[in-house]
């Protein structure tokens, strides 16, 4: 009889909470919280149920974050100093005092840029570029031209400007992820 109470009582925990023991009994605008490394973010939460508390905020991951306000249904992240995906877990209790938690994942994006970003130059001057990765665990970067005739850069981001005036770009793509990215515009006059 013992086991039967206790199989119950597991049962209905299960239930109640979900498979993985957390509730999402919450919305959350924006949907899909995304950052960029140290960017401030608003997030506001809906609770889909009658809730005792306010809501306090915490994130799962040691150096994922934090706070400028950590309690209430509108909060403030701040994201860390390094891309990846984070976890934003809410508390609260319930009228019958039963605990209320919901996670979130949120979205921590590099911050990459050139400089300098705009730059005019004479046909055939050069100019040194160099690139930031903010966020990634090395700024090292591959340099390219994105117009087939819009002059060389070396590896070491030394660009030497094409013959012909015009608009033309200068890339530089991280080797740590290549789907990250900045350009820099260079005017030929």
Same mark, same amino acid.
């Given at each position: 009889m013992v086991r039967l109470a206790l199989a119950v009582l597991v049962l209905t925990l299960t239930l109640a909470c979900g498979p993985s023991g957390e509730d999402q009994g919450l919305e959350i605008l924006p949907t899909a919280p995304s950052a960029k490394v140290g960017e401030q973010i608003v997030i506001q939460a809906e609770p889909l149920?009658?809730?005792?508390?306010?809501? /306090?905020?915490?994130?799962?991951?040691?150096?994922?974050?934090? +706070?400028?306000?950590?309690?209430? +249904? /509108?909060?403030t992240y701040v994201a860390p100093a390094s891309a990846g995906t984070y976890t934003l877990v809410a508390h609260a209790r319930r009228a019958d005092g039963s605990r209320f938690r919901a996670t979130f994942p949120v979205q921590v994006r590099p911050d990459p840029s050139v400089e300098p970003a705009m730059i005019a130059l004479a046909p055939g001057d050069t100019q040194v570029f160099a690139a930031r990765m903010k966020g990634l665990p090395r700024s090292t970067v591959t340099?390219?031209?994105?117009?087939?005739?819009?002059?060389?850069i070396s590896p070491e981001g030394l660009y030497r400007a094409p013959r012909r005036s015009g608009t033309y770009h200068v890339i530089a793509t991280s080797t740590v992820d290549a789907a990250v990215s900045a350009t820099a515009t260079v005017k030929v006059e």
């Open positions: 149920e009658a809730l005792a508390t306010d809501l /306090t905020w915490e994130v799962r991951e040691p150096h994922g974050g934090g +706070f400028l306000r950590s309690q209430g +249904f /509108t909060i340099w390219s031209v994105e117009e087939p005739e819009g002059g060389e």
